[in-house]
């Protein structure tokens, strides 16, 4: 009976759980799902991460190219963060060129990188004017159920945190650059973002890390990074019903709580797998 009432009337069938403070899939409203986190695992990546929130699942591969300078920035390398949203991870993604939710993910990605001092890129530049580092971070999604944003900013943060990048010197003589890959040395991480993100039920109702399903049926999305001194990097609604000042003070502590928890996930897992080596 459940189930016909689940397909018939999605809505009314949420709202029954919500009404007694709990979801669908047993969580609590402020309940984030099981995070697990895996890295180093692409061989051919300078860094790689995979993260599981529930079964949304996203791998992130750091590739890191030698280019020239920007005229403009010539002391600065660049960030080049990319989302994709393949058919593989859910029938509601069409093959072809990135859709409008990959590319608003990949932008909300360079917004935050940009917003929040992850990296500076003064720290990609080599040589000034001649030589810099462009990191390329894909970030694809396996498996889709909802909560993408978040997934790849945790995927993010730890494929760079485990990235390695070959000592690179420029030759005096002939000018060009010599790359040594016996020699490799980790970026310099500044700050620590990361996003929980909220979905509103009935303008009022508020739940976090939402499901694919309780993403279509919300009446407003949210999403909010802190660092771990608590400042607030961005905020990302698109559209969709108001928020009080109260219900956002609400979610801005509830994403700082979540920030030390998985910046405490990310550096357990890299000292594990630095042990283990």
């Not at 593989?88 to 060129?97: I, K, Q």
């Not at 980790?186 to 499901?211: E, M, Q």
């Not at 001194?229 to 979540?258: F, M, N, W, Y």
Request: aromatic share 4%; proline share 5%; with cysteine.
């Amino acid at each position: 009976m459940a189930a016909g009432f689940k397909t018939a009337e999605p809505l009314e069938y949420h709202r029954s759980f919500l009404k007694e403070n709990c979801r669908p899939d047993g969580r609590e409203l402020s309940e984030f799902r099981t995070t697990t986190l895996n890295i180093g695992s692409i061989s051919t990546a300078d860094g790689s991460a995979l993260v599981k929130v529930g079964n949304t699942t996203v791998v992130c591969g750091i590739k890191a190219e030698l280019a020239n300078p920007a005229v403009e920035t010539p002391g600065k390398g660049y960030i080049v963060p990319n989302v994709d949203l393949p058919p593989l991870c859910s029938s509601r993604f069409r093959p072809g060129p990135p859709g409008e939710q990959a590319q608003a993910a990949s932008q909300f990605i360079a917004d935050v990188i940009g917003s929040s001092d992850i990296i500076q890129t003064e720290d990609l530049c080599i040589e000034r004017g001649k030589l810099c580092w462009v990191l390329y971070c894909d970030m694809i999604c396996l498996d889709y159920d909802g909560n993408i944003l978040d997934a790849c900013i945790i995927a993010l943060l730890a494929a760079l945190k485990y990235t390695q990048l070959p000592e690179v010197t420029i030759n005096t003589e002939t000018g060009t650059p010599e790359v040594n890959l016996e020699k490799r040395h980790g970026l310099h991480i500044r700050k620590h973002p990361i996003s929980a993100s909220f979905c509103v039920f009935d303008d009022s109702i508020l739940i976090v890390d939402p499901t694919a399903e309780e993403e279509s049926l919300s009446t407003a999305q949210l999403t909010v990074v802190t660092d771990e001194e608590d400042r607030l990097c961005s905020v990302h609604k698109p559209g969709g019903t108001s928020l009080s000042g109260d219900k956002l003070q609400e979610c801005i502590s509830r994403a700082a709580v979540r920030q030390r928890e998985i910046q405490k996930l990310i550096n357990k897992v890299i000292h594990s797998v630095k042990t283990a080596q």
